[in-house]
């Protein structure tokens, strides 16, 4: 849903400029090219503007975001975090009436991976939910935008149901399944290689 309203925003400025264009032609059928080529003139810098802006003020910064989560883990200092600087609050006081707070955050930043891993180790570490925890895991494994990401949690959800719930069979379905929809990931190659080296 963000994708498209971004899409949207993005396509509407150009949708109305070729709008314009129907108009400047109907001006130059007529005869009346002088005021044709003011009137395109003015919507192309209405358009230059508009996208100038857009691009500015709001692509280019979730850009940059987004690159700098894949690159850096984030584009923030721990000390800045204040997704981290909650989770080591829930951590240090064991502050279960925190949780809601934290789990709102999550969702508010649901395709970020570090808000899913935090959740995830709450839940095990902490207030020894293993279930919430493997429920965490699957649950960002739909969340998060890159396809790496998203094979990284199922990776991590079949190791956590193969190392702490003892479920070998949830395990591979996992495996299975990371390999299945991300093979050309590296999640999704180690996968593969459990899965072979299982059989």
Known sequence: MRRTCQLFHL???VALFVAVLFKVRSLIDAGDARHA????LGALALL?????LLLKCWLLPLWGQALGERVYGGTYTPDEDALVALAARIRRERASALMPDFEAMV???ASRLRSWTELADLYAQVWGDRSAALQAL???AEQVAAAED???LLWRAAVFCENHLHDIAEANRLYARAAELYPRTAYGVQATKKIHASL
């Not at 080529?37 to 395109?40: E, G, K, N, V, Y």
């Not at 230059?48 to 100038?52: D, H, N, P, T, V």
């Open 11 to 13: 396509l509407l400025p």
């Open 37 to 40: 080529l003011f009137i395109m």
């Open 48 to 52: 230059a503007l508009w996208e100038g």
């Open 107 to 109: 969702q508010r930043d």
């Open 138 to 140: 699957l649950r960002g």
């Open 150 to 152: 998203r094979a990284y």
